[in-house]
């Protein structure tokens, strides 16, 4: 059965800190994985990653991909309480099938 | 990417009735998708909407109680039937117009009093 694992489930920081995110998954037919942020309803899209080895920046968090250990981490780095939220991490075989997705990390970062 | 509009934001409903969730996407979309998002808990798949054809529902889902319409190519909806207050969760829809960019809708919080 496929499936995507991520670890810690929550994660409680303060200001300034940085984290990393975990995501590992056993799934057949790979094509990408990707990060998303939730806050409110709506998942936000973060990364997608395809590559290994290559990492993904935006601002404060980064995303890499390990193909061959079957797992990719977010890094956030110089957290703000604007950075709380869920972390959802999910595998994506093709534009025509659903992501299937992680538990989810609940990041909260306290001033 | 594609923009999708989800509608209604919010519903508190009594148990027993029905309530349907819309999206309307503003592109060509071959498939769309329906999450529900149970309150602590991650984001379920609960059935892919082809136009043309029956929805492909999940273990755990049928069709008398999550019907799904899918009359074109930008929109499609889900109704949560006889609902009960386990129904109360965040309803999402999803598109994949563009091969891996995945985008959602902005979600519909579902209460069951």
């Known amino acids: 059965e496929d499936k995507v694992v991520q670890s810690p489930l929550s994660l409680v920081v303060h200001e300034g800190d940085t984290v990393t995110l975990n995501c590992s998954y056993e799934?057949?037919?790979?094509?990408?994985l990707l990060w998303y942020k939730q806050e409110k309803k709506a998942p936000t899209f973060l990364f997608m990653l395809?590559?290994?080895?290559i990492e993904k920046k935006s601002g404060r968090l980064s995303s890499i991909l390990d193909k061959k250990e079957l797992f990719s981490i977010l890094n956030i780095t110089a957290t703000q309480t604007g950075d709380s939220a869920i972390y959802l991490c999910?595998?994506?075989?093709?534009?025509?099938?659903?992501?299937?997705f992680g538990k989810g990390t609940r990041l909260s970062v306290i001033a | 990417s594609a923009v999708i509009s989800q509608k209604p934001s919010r519903d508190i409903c009594q148990r027993g009735t029905s309530l349907t969730i819309q999206c309307q996407v503003d592109?060509?979309?071959?498939?769309m998708f329906w999450y529900r998002q149970q309150p602590g808990q991650s984001l379920t798949l609960i059935a892919t909407?082809?136009?043309?054809?029956?929805?492909?529902?999940e273990s755990g889902f049928v069709i008398d109680k999550f019907p799904i319409s899918r009359p074109n190519l930008t929109f499609s909806t889900l109704t949560v039937s006889n609902m009960s207050p386990e129904d109360s969760s965040i309803y999402l829809c999803?598109?994949?117009?563009?091969?891996?960019?995945?985008?959602f809708g902005s979600g519909t919080r579902l209460t069951v009093v």
């Open positions: 999910a595998w994506g075989p093709s534009g025509n099938t659903p992501l299937v």
């Open positions: 799934v057949t037919n790979f094509r990408s």
């Open positions: 395809t590559s290994s080895g």
């Open positions: 592109s060509q979309v071959t498939m």
């Open positions: 909407a082809n136009q043309g054809s029956e929805a492909t529902y």
């Open positions: 999803s598109v994949s117009p563009a091969n891996y960019g995945y985008t």
